[in-house]
């Protein structure tokens, strides 16, 4: 008997993608903000109390990093007061809560990661601040939650599927459009195609509870990334010293490094690859090989 999984934020790219591949394994509640405002946590508890379902995949919420800094408590409002009215739904429905957690929990780190999940959390932006503070209380409430810590999510847009900002997007605009754009110097993080987290998310459910990292391993900076990109879509040299420009200063104070360890999903037969192979299976698979 097929399961029943709500899934907030359905429209977000995540959660579209992997119900664009999972569509036929799970009865689906897909839940948008025309179902409930995520500003007002009280409107998210009635309508998850009207809902039945077995599963609850979290995706919702405001992850602009600027915006968040901006606007702290109304972030706050949306992403850990709505996420506890999810939780208080998922404990009286006796309901798996998988939920979406992020890199940005170590982006205060003054170590080098690669992170392990039982590293202890350290975070400067309000968004990461904000997940951390509801990775707590999932601890604190549930028996009974996965707890997914995503990298940087890559991919291109298809048949409904309208992917967020990355760093394959984000070469192919400033070389489409011939705009030079500037790429992090000072930082390493994991970027990971999408496609291996939503081929892959029935066996996510299955997984124990507890926290676990989402990423493909990467060795090189954000420009060193931006560069690689622009070579395998051919670009020139010339090119690339035009468009592809090295962020020199930001993080200039305090190099960041917060990528993510993923030997303990792998150990569960849940496989992710490296940063050269996915870039070249996104342009493999959009055909701009």
């Not at 305090?254 to 070249?280: A, P």
Request: charged share 25%; proline share 3%.
């Amino acid at each position: 008997m097929k399961k029943t999984i709500l899934v907030t934020g359905a429209n977000g790219y995540l959660a579209s993608y992997i119900y664009h591949e999972n569509k036929d394994a799970f009865n689906w509640i897909r839940m948008t903000r025309k179902d409930a405002d995520f500003t007002n946590p009280d409107a998210v508890a009635d309508f998850l109390a009207k809902q039945s379902f077995d599963i609850c995949y979290h995706t919702a919420a405001n992850a602009t990093t600027a915006w968040c800094n901006e606007n702290p408590e109304l972030a706050h409002k949306i992403n850990v007061e709505s996420t506890q009215k999810i939780i208080e739904a998922c404990k009286a429905k006796n309901a798996l809560l998988i939920f979406s957690g992020t890199e940005q929990s170590f982006n205060g780190k003054v170590e080098h990661g690669p992170f392990k999940e039982d590293e202890p959390v350290s975070a400067v932006t309000v968004y990461g601040q904000h997940k951390s503070e509801c990775e707590a209380l999932i601890h604190e409430q549930l028996d009974n939650a996965i707890i997914l810590r995503y990298s940087w999510q890559m991919g291109l847009s298809f048949d409904g599927v309208k992917a967020s900002p990355s760093i394959v997007k984000n070469v192919m605009n400033a070389l489409l459009h011939q705009q030079p754009t500037k790429f992090t110097c000072n930082e390493k993080r994991c970027m990971t195609y999408a496609k291996h987290l939503a081929k892959q998310f029935q066996q996510i459910t299955e997984l124990p509870a507890g926290t676990y990292h989402v990423a493909s391993t990467n060795e090189y900076t954000t420009y060193e990334a931006a560069c690689f990109v622009a070579k395998e879509l051919g670009a020139s040299q010339e090119a690339i010293d035009t468009y592809i420009l090295p962020n020199k200063e930001r993080y200039s104070d305090r190099f960041r490094d917060y990528r993510l360890d993923n030997t303990k999903i792998q150990q569960y037969g849940i496989h992710f690859g490296t940063f050269e192979s996915d870039v070249k299976e996104i342009l493999k698979d959009f055909n701009w090989m």
